[in-house]
Every structure is written in structure tokens, then in C-alpha cells.
């Protein structure tokens, strides 16, 4: 399945070979991944699984991880799309909005652009009626990504492996 969402600046597409390095890179910086998990950065070959992992939900379910690339340039800053958010049994079954742009292209309303794409094919081509996004408490710049999409909060719970305190956010599809 071949799917591409364009937003003015940028491209959201599955991933290719050329990717890996690019994504391996901002996945290595430590302030990216701060509050990802339990902060840990990850390597080529964890960024290749997880990008892999990525392609197979594609595969399997229709839905996931989009590679974010800049229209201009055609420079890859990161992920933005759906997944199942399987580290919180609690929330399941649910889809998850998410986003990971590395940390020169923060501050310019990307995630925000990127994620109401998604979010625009998560309600109206996958025709899911409930969205989740989950972030850890603290983590104010994605709390205010989730707020500019129209998501509210719904529960503040904690991860279930690492005790990290999380926060859960939701929109459901107007009939």
C-alpha cells in the first residue's frame, strides 16, 4: 500500500533505505529522546527494527508511522503518524498520533502540521472513530501539539514497565 500525505511543507510517506541513517541520527541525540521510554538514545541497528517494526503495521493493519521530509529539500526530520500503543494494555484497543522530529526542526509548528495530516487520514480515510496521543508528564511541548489538534486529556496513568507518570489524550470523530 502506497500512501503520501502532503501538507504545505511537508511530505509524509512510508520509508525507504535512506532513511535509516537520518532517523538513526535524531534517535541518538539524548535531548530528542528525553522523554521517549525510559530516555534511552538507540543506535542504527534499534533504529533499523523500529523502522522496520513501522513498515509492518503498515502492512498488517493499514496504519502507522509516516517518514516526515521537509517538500523542500526532501530532508528527512522525523516520524509523524498511527500506531497501537501496546506499552499501555490499559488504553488498548486504540490508535496513537505520535510524532518525533529531531531537534533542529522543533519550534516551527511542523509536528502540529504533520500530525493534523494524520490525524485527517487517521479519522477520514481509516474511518477510526477515536484517537489517542500519550505523552510523558512534563513533556509540555507535545501536551501543546495535542491540544492544537483539538485532543483533550483523559487520564494520567503511569507505564506500565518503567513507572514513568504518563498522561492520556484523546479526540473522538464528531458524527
Known amino acids: 500500500m502506497t500512501t503520501t500525505l502532503r501538507t504545505p511543507r511537508l511530505t509524509l510517506r512510508r520509508w525507504r533505505e535512506e532513511d535509516l541513517e537520518p532517523m538513526a541520527a535524531i534517535n541518538a541525540d539524548p535531548e530528542v529522546m528525553r522523554w521517549i521510554g525510559d530516555g534511552s538514545v538507540q543506535d542504527l541497528r534499534q533504529t533499523a527494527a523500529g523502522i522496520a517494526a513501522w513498515e509492518r503495521e503498515w502492512d498488517e493493519r493499514g496504519i502507522g508511522l509516516f517518514a516526515a521530509e521537509l517538500r523542500q529539500g526532501r530532508q528527512l526530520v522525523g516520524f509523524v503518524g498511527l500506531s497501537v500503543p501496546r506499552y499501555l494494555p490499559e488504553i488498548l484497543p486504540a490508535v496513537e498520533i505520535g510524532w518525533r522530529l529531531g531537534r533542529a526542526h522543533w519550534g516551527r509548528g511542523l509536528a502540529t502540521e504533520g500530525a493534523r495530516a494524520a490525524l485527517d487520514f487517521a479519522l477520514r480515510d481509516r474511518g477510526l472513530a477515536r484517537v489517542v496521543s500519550v505523552h510523558a ?5 507535545s501536551e501543546r501539539v495535542m491540544r492544537k489538534l483539538g485532543m483533550r486529556a483523559e487520564r494520567e496513568t503511569r507505564h506500565p ?8 489524550h484523546v479526540l473522538e470523530a464528531r458524527p
Open 137 to 141: 508528564i512534563g513533556n509540555d511541548a
Open 161 to 168: 514497565a518503567l513507572g514513568v507518570p504518563l498522561r492520556v
